[in-house]
Structure formats: structure tokens, C-alpha cells
């Protein structure tokens, strides 16, 4: 008897060349981006390139949804090597009988490490001290020469308190004296809020007493503009906005207006609304420190996010249990037909 076919995969993303060579163990495999060449996936470039393939391995682009999903009924995989995956509709998914796994853990102390700096870096203008060094425009000092806000010391809020939030508040908290205040959906358990010195309070409340609000909340329709101009109207003219989330979780417009008429003293934004695109009112402001959606940018864990995508993705189509399956009730999954 002949072989039986081995499972082709699309590869969406640049991807390490080890992790490709032992995904080509087990696969035919489609890695267009194999090197830092880019495509454009649009919706029918994804169609068409996603025919045959059984599993794709994906980042937080391009979408997957139902629409993908009719066009393509031979898949059974989709992994993807980030954290959130607001970028596949997982109740398409599971209906069709898709397992979808995303690449929690293994990302959490980098990513807060980032946010950590990133708040530090507004509060102190150091994006913007930067740049007028860089212009040549330092000729004198005096004594309000960029002067920010301190971080020690000062009241730490966090919107959103899972894993990533609650390092944050680690770091805050043990490394710089701040008293944490949380707003989550759930409160922590008495023992980690007293060892985080943090304490839940409602989310009107959190943004009245941040000086440095950092946000960590998952995004989901129900999170959509959760930070709006209501909001940012309560946070005090000196605080700073650190958005290390997703975009859309705050209103992209209503911070920029709020940062020109300096309501709020600083933002520091990883993640955009309609990202890679920037609302053009932020790239104009000097108060507000913008990175390209890179908080968990440390080689290790892109390494260790990208090994836990494509160990997902052996399991998943060699019948086996992926480690984060988000919707394993699929399984097993049907053969191919």
C-alpha cells in the first residue's frame, strides 16, 4: 500500500528556520515568509494560498473567520503563536470543527518587562528627550528640562489583572514601592492582593487614582473602546496611558485629543487601532512614545512562542492533544477527506 499523503500547512509569518525545518518533518509545507519577505493577506491572497492545507500557523494576522473557513473545508488546524487571537473567530472555528490554539505562558514575564518599560519611558519622556537631543537642539539645561513624573512610589493602576497584569504589578509593587489599584472581572485572591499590595476597586475609581494606568485586558467586542473620552476625562491631567492590549481597546481618537489639550500628561502605545496603520493625530503629538505592537520582542520567547504554535499544530493534525487548545472539545479531529 502507498503512503497515505502527508498533511500540507501554510506558514502566514517569517518564521525561524529550526522551527520550519521540524515542521517540515511532519508536512508539506507552504512558508511563503519564510525569509523577511511580507504578503499582503488579503482575504482572497489567503483563500487561494490556504487551499489543500490542513493546519495554518498564524500570528495576530491575517483574519480567519467563517467566510475562510467555507472556502477552505479541508482545514483542521489553526495555531497561532500569539496570546490573543481576537483575529480568529473561534465559535466559526469550533462549529466547523477547526482546533484553534494560541501561545499563552511562555510570553508573560517579556511582555511585562516591556510594558514596565514603556510606562517608565513615557513617564519620564525619554521618546521625546530623545528626539530634541537627536535634533540638535540641546544648547542649555534648566531646572524643568523634560521634567516627567517619578514612577516609585507613585499609584499604579492596571486594567486587567490575568497573568501579564499581575506581573506588572510584581514589578511595581516589589521593585518600585507602588501601590497597586486593579479593575478586572474577578477579583485575585486575598493572599495575591496582599502580596501585590493591590487592591480592586471599580473601574470609574482606577482611572481617578492612576498615575500610571497600564492596560492588560484582553480584546473582545465587549472590551471595544473600553478606554473611550469619558473615560480618559477621569484620569488625572498628570497620569500617563500605557495600551500594551490590543488596539481598539482604547479609542485611538478620543487619547489623541485628550493628549493634545493635555488632559492626560503621556501614552505609550504598543498596539493600534487598524494596526499596522497609526491614527495620524498620534504620530504627531511629542507626548506619546509609539512601538510597532513588539512587547514580547525578546528572541528567547518569540522562539519559545513559535516552537509552542508548531507543537500545537504536530498534535493537533497528528491526532494528538495540542498543549493550548482553545476550543478542544473537537477532538478528535474529523480525517481528511
Given at each position: 500500500?502507498?503512503?497515505?499523503?502527508?498533511?500540507?500547512?501554510?506558514?502566514?509569518?517569517?518564521?525561524?528556520?529550526?522551527?520550519?525545518?521540524?515542521?517540515?518533518?511532519?508536512?508539506?509545507m507552504?512558508?511563503?515568509?519564510?525569509?523577511?519577505?511580507?504578503?499582503?493577506?488579503?482575504?482572497?491572497?489567503?483563500?487561494?494560498?490556504?487551499?489543500?492545507?490542513?493546519?495554518?500557523?498564524?500570528?495576530?494576522a491575517?483574519?480567519?473567520?467563517?467566510?475562510?473557513l467555507?472556502?477552505?473545508?479541508?482545514?483542521?488546524?489553526?495555531?497561532?503563536?500569539?496570546?490573543?487571537?481576537?483575529?480568529?473567530?473561534?465559535?466559526?472555528?469550533?462549529?466547523?470543527?477547526?482546533?484553534?490554539?494560541?501561545?499563552?505562558?511562555?510570553?508573560?514575564?517579556?511582555?511585562?518587562?516591556?510594558?514596565?518599560?514603556?510606562?517608565?519611558?513615557?513617564?519620564?519622556?525619554?521618546?521625546?528627550?530623545?528626539?530634541?537631543?537627536?535634533?540638535?537642539?540641546?544648547?542649555?539645561w534648566?531646572?524643568?528640562m523634560?521634567?516627567?513624573?517619578?514612577?516609585?512610589?507613585?499609584?499604579?493602576?492596571?486594567?486587567?489583572?490575568?497573568?501579564?497584569?499581575q506581573?506588572?504589578?510584581?514589578?511595581?509593587?516589589?521593585?518600585f514601592?507602588?501601590?497597586?489599584?486593579?479593575?478586572?472581572?474577578?477579583?485575585?485572591d486575598?493572599?495575591?492582593?496582599?502580596?501585590?499590595?493591590?487592591?480592586?476597586?471599580?473601574?470609574?475609581?482606577?482611572?481617578?487614582?492612576?498615575?500610571?494606568?497600564?492596560?492588560?485586558?484582553?480584546?473582545?467586542?465587549?472590551?471595544h473602546h473600553l478606554?473611550?473620552?469619558?473615560?480618559?476625562?477621569?484620569?488625572?491631567?498628570?497620569?500617563?496611558?500605557?495600551n500594551?492590549?490590543?488596539?481598539?481597546?482604547?479609542?485611538?481618537a478620543?487619547?489623541?485629543?485628550?493628549?493634545?489639550?493635555?488632559?492626560?500628561?503621556?501614552?505609550?502605545?504598543?498596539?493600534?487601532?487598524?494596526e499596522?496603520?497609526?491614527?495620524?493625530?498620534?504620530?504627531?503629538?511629542?507626548?506619546?512614545?509609539?512601538?510597532?505592537?513588539?512587547?514580547?520582542?525578546?528572541?528567547?520567547?518569540?522562539?519559545?512562542?513559535?516552537?509552542?504554535?508548531?507543537?500545537?499544530?504536530?498534535?493537533?493534525?497528528?491526532?494528538?492533544?495540542?498543549?493550548?487548545?482553545?476550543?478542544?472539545?473537537?477532538?478528535?479531529?474529523?480525517?481528511?477527506?
Amino acid at each position: 500500500m502507498p503512503d497515505s499523503p502527508r498533511p500540507r500547512i501554510l506558514v502566514t509569518i517569517p518564521m525561524f528556520a529550526e522551527v520550519l525545518a521540524g515542521l517540515a518533518l511532519h508536512f508539506d509545507m507552504d512558508a511563503p515568509c519564510g525569509t523577511a519577505d511580507h504578503i499582503d493577506w488579503t482575504p482572497d491572497t489567503l483563500v487561494a494560498r490556504a487551499q489543500g492545507a490542513a493546519g495554518l500557523l498564524v500570528a495576530g494576522a491575517p483574519h480567519i473567520d467563517a467566510a475562510l473557513l467555507s472556502a477552505c473545508p479541508q482545514l483542521r488546524a489553526v495555531c497561532s503563536m500569539a496570546v490573543g487571537y481576537n483575529n480568529i473567530d473561534l465559535p466559526a472555528c469550533t462549529a466547523a470543527g477547526v482546533l484553534v490554539s494560541n501561545a499563552p505562558d511562555v510570553l508573560t514575564e517579556t511582555t511585562a518587562d516591556f510594558g514596565f518599560a514603556l510606562m517608565m519611558a513615557t513617564a519620564r519622556r525619554i521618546a521625546e528627550s530623545g528626539h530634541y537631543l537627536r535634533a540638535g537642539r540641546w544648547t542649555h539645561w534648566s531646572y524643568d528640562m523634560f521634567a516627567g513624573a517619578d514612577v516609585h512610589g507613585a499609584t499604579l493602576g492596571v486594567l486587567g489583572m490575568g497573568r501579564i497584569g499581575q506581573a506588572i504589578a510584581r514589578r511595581g509593587a516589589l521593585g518600585f514601592g507602588m501601590p497597586v489599584r486593579y479593575h478586572n472581572r474577578s477579583r485575585l485572591d486575598a493572599s495575591i492582593e496582599q502580596q501585590l499590595d493591590a487592591r480592586w476597586v471599580d473601574k470609574a475609581t482606577l482611572l481617578r487614582e492612576a498615575d500610571h494606568l497600564v492596560i492588560v485586558v484582553p480584546y473582545s467586542p465587549a472590551s471595544h473602546h473600553l478606554v473611550a473620552a469619558a473615560d480618559l476625562a477621569l484620569m488625572k491631567p498628570t497620569a500617563t496611558l500605557t495600551n500594551i492590549a490590543r488596539g481598539g481597546v482604547v479609542d485611538d481618537a478620543a487619547l489623541a485629543r485628550a493628549l493634545r489639550e493635555r488632559r492626560i500628561a503621556a501614552a505609550g502605545l504598543d498596539v493600534f487601532e487598524g494596526e499596522p496603520t497609526v491614527h495620524p493625530d498620534l504620530l504627531a503629538l511629542p507626548n506619546v512614545v509609539l512601538t510597532p505592537h513588539i512587547a514580547s520582542a525578546s528572541l528567547r520567547t518569540r522562539r519559545a512562542m513559535a516552537d509552542l504554535a508548531a507543537a500545537n499544530l504536530v498534535a493537533a493534525l497528528g491526532g494528538g492533544l495540542p498543549p493550548t487548545a482553545l476550543n478542544p472539545q473537537v477532538l478528535p479531529l474529523r480525517p481528511m477527506g
